[in-house]
């Protein structure tokens, strides 16, 4: 029998309604040095896997309630890094095709001696390295007309995208006073398409979006639907009247979301003070062109022409760091602290600059 290597501080989760059973898997592993914690059902043990970072997740397929393929599916969405080994008695072929098409990474047949469950467990933890550093976020960009979110945050977007970011926008017109309806459509799907993001787009009506209501049952099913680790939404400073009210039902439907920040519209006011300046100098060509996506607009918009999409983004890259050129600005409503999840390093690479009376 191998050794496997030293575990380190290897975090093990363990889910299993068998109490003998969970004891034995727990003593094992903890005393080839890992942090072991253990649940006995499916709901617990998805809140456990919210608090920490895990380096392998054990479950066994006959919980009570949920199956154990309903709780791997959904461990698979939430965290989408952690290696998954399914425990089972049968080892049946129908199991073993329903393990693979869940996509669990592992297989652990029962009863299991302490030196094979250590053995296999070492290969999981060794697996979880090998995957990205970055946990993948989940970012939702809300806006109420089609180019809202390209226009505040595309940069930012962009750079979601290289980090293997899940991306959803969320717009809640279909912008109809601003030209047709399917072509708009099609323009957003185009430049969601660009984004590698998930489009959903709400029929509201353009300048008459409400602040309750539909605007928010429409927030909180995606907030629902998506669970988001980030959103992005409007500023309440803003003269667009469905730009306030949709940054007005954001708050509400994401309450429960770890990190929420508020971009700049054409349309916002002096009073827009952003905090975060995010850096976009690599992104500044894709930015232009998701709004390049909106061609039907771009001849009747003067605020989507690149010369004053790239300038804005200039002016606010003076409040970057020194080798920073273009920023994107976010106003921050609420912000998981730096360093909790790895997911971050978008955010901590940021320079958290005061904004003081600095001289001309
Ligand atoms: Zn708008």
Same mark, same amino acid.
């Given at each position: 029998?191998?050794?496997?290597?030293?575990?380190? %501080?290897?975090?093990?989760?363990?889910?299993?309604?068998?109490?003998?059973?969970?004891?034995?898997?727990?003593r094992a592993l903890q005393r080839a040095g890992?942090?072991?914690?253990?649940?006995?059902?499916?709901?617990?043990?998805?809140?456990?896997?919210?608090? %920490?970072?895990?380096?392998?997740?054990?479950?066994?397929?006959?919980?009570?309630?949920?199956?154990?393929?309903?709780?791997?599916?959904?461990?698979?969405?939430?965290?989408?890094?952690?290696?998954?080994?399914?425990?089972?008695?049968?080892?049946?072929? =129908?199991?073993?095709?329903?393990?693979?098409?869940?996509?669990?990474?592992?297989?652990?047949?029962?009863?299991?001696?302490p030196?094979?469950?250590?053995?296999?467990?070492?290969?999981?933890?060794?697996?979880?390295?090998?995957?990205?550093?970055?946990?993948?976020?989940?970012?939702?960009?809300?806006?109420?007309?089609?180019?809202?979110?390209?226009?505040?945050?595309?940069?930012?977007?962009?750079?979601?995208?290289?980090?293997?970011?899940?991306?959803?926008?969320?717009?809640?017109?279909?912008?109809?006073?601003?030209?047709?309806?399917?072509?708009?459509?099609?323009?957003?799907?185009?430049?969601?398409?660009?984004?590698?993001?998930?489009?959903?787009?709400?029929?509201?009506?353009?300048?008459?979006?409400?602040?309750?209501?539909?605007?928010?049952?429409?927030?909180?099913?995606?907030?629902?639907?998506?669970?988001?680790?980030?959103?992005?939404?409007?500023?309440?400073?803003?003269?667009?009247?469905?730009?306030?009210?949709?940054?007005?039902?954001?708050?509400?439907?994401?309450?429960?979301?770890?990190?929420?920040?508020?971009?700049?519209?054409?349309?916002?006011?002096?009073?827009?003070?952003?905090?975060?300046?995010?850096?976009?100098?690599?992104?500044?060509?894709?930015?232009?062109?998701?709004?390049?996506?909106?061609?039907?607009?771009?001849?009747?918009?003067?605020?989507?022409?690149?010369?004053?999409?790239?300038?804005?983004?200039?002016?606010?890259?003076?409040?970057?760091?020194?080798?920073?050129?273009?920023?994107?600005?976010? =106003?921050?409503?609420?912000?998981?602290?730096?360093?909790?999840?790895?997911?971050?390093?978008?955010?901590?690479?940021?320079?958290?600059?005061?904004?003081?009376?600095?001289?001309?």
């Amino acid at each position: 029998m191998t050794t496997s290597p030293p575990p380190g %501080a290897a975090r093990v989760l363990v889910v299993e309604d068998d109490a003998p059973t969970r004891a034995y898997v727990t003593r094992a592993l903890q005393r080839a040095g890992y942090t072991v914690a253990s649940e006995a059902a499916a709901a617990p043990a998805l809140a456990t896997l919210d608090e %920490a970072p895990w380096s392998a997740l054990l479950v066994d397929i006959g919980l009570p309630g949920a199956s154990g393929f309903d709780l791997v599916r959904e461990a698979r969405r939430r965290r989408p890094e952690v290696p998954i080994a399914l425990m089972t008695a049968d080892a049946s072929v =129908e199991v073993a095709v329903r393990a693979l098409r869940s996509e669990v990474d592992d297989f652990l047949t029962k009863p299991i001696s302490p030196e094979d469950l250590v053995a296999q467990v070492g290969r999981l933890v060794a697996l979880r390295r090998t995957r990205t550093t970055t946990p993948v976020e989940r970012v939702l960009a809300i806006g109420a007309h089609p180019d809202d979110v390209e226009i505040g945050v595309g940069g930012v977007l962009a750079g979601h995208q290289d980090a293997g970011d899940d991306i959803t926008l969320l717009t809640l017109s279909h912008g109809q006073r601003g030209g047709d309806r399917a072509a708009r459509a099609a323009e957003a799907e185009r430049a969601a398409a660009l984004l590698g993001a998930t489009l959903r787009l709400g029929d509201l009506e353009d300048t008459l979006i409400p602040e309750s209501g539909p605007t928010l049952d429409l927030i909180e099913a995606t907030v629902a639907d998506v669970d988001p680790t980030i959103v992005y939404t409007h500023t309440v400073n803003d003269l667009h009247q469905d730009h306030r009210n949709v940054h007005r039902a954001s708050m509400v439907a994401a309450r429960g979301v770890p990190s929420v920040y508020c971009y700049e519209s054409p349309s916002a006011t002096v009073d827009f003070r952003p905090v975060r300046f995010m850096p976009i100098d690599r992104m500044v060509e894709r930015k232009l062109a998701l709004i390049a996506a909106y061609d039907s607009q771009a001849a009747v918009r003067s605020y989507l022409a690149p010369d004053l999409v790239r300038a804005t983004s200039r002016y606010w890259g003076r409040y970057g760091s020194r080798d920073v050129d273009h920023c994107e600005p976010l =106003e921050v409503v609420r912000e998981r602290p730096a360093g909790s999840r790895a997911g971050d390093a978008l955010l901590t690479t940021t320079p958290q600059q005061e904004t003081s009376d600095a001289t001309a």
